[in-house]
Nanobody, 114 residues
Framework: VQLQASGGGLVQPGGSLRLSCTAS????????IGWYRQAPGKKRELVAG???????NYGDSVKGRFTISRDNAKNTAYLQMDSLKPEDTAVYYC?????????WGQGTLVTVSS
């Protein structure tokens, strides 16, 4: 599975960004698709995921601020990020899991700074 991520950039604290992750296969075939992030000097952590059945899970630090969704027709998952904080600064990676294993997209940098 190939994953194409986009949407990162520079935003001020309190602002919003939307990340997109487009898969090369039908996202119905994916057990889960979601986002991880890695800040400098830190381990990669789960941000959010959505299963083929529509169940969502979020990392504790983003609950209530980030929303994951998907557009089945476009084979795309979205991460709406609101009320961004400087500590959200990281490289965000799209991840997908299917019966063959997991796949990673290229990272997209999100910088939250004034």
């Amino acid at each position: 599975v190939q994953l194409q991520a986009s949407g990162g950039g520079l935003v001020q604290p309190g602002g919003s960004l939307r990340l997109s992750c487009t898969a090369s296969v039908s996202i119905f075939s994916l057990t889960i698709i979601g986002w991880y992030r890695q800040a400098p000097g830190k381990k990669r952590e789960l941000v959010a995921g959505i299963t083929s059945g529509g169940s969502r899970n979020y990392g504790d630090s983003v609950k209530g601020r980030f929303t994951i969704s998907r557009d089945n027709a476009k084979n795309t998952a979205y991460l709406q990020m609101d009320s961004l904080k400087p500590e959200d600064t990281a490289v965000y990676y799209c991840n997908a899991v299917n019966l063959m294993g997991d796949s990673w997209g290229q990272g997209t940098l999100v910088t939250v700074s004034s």
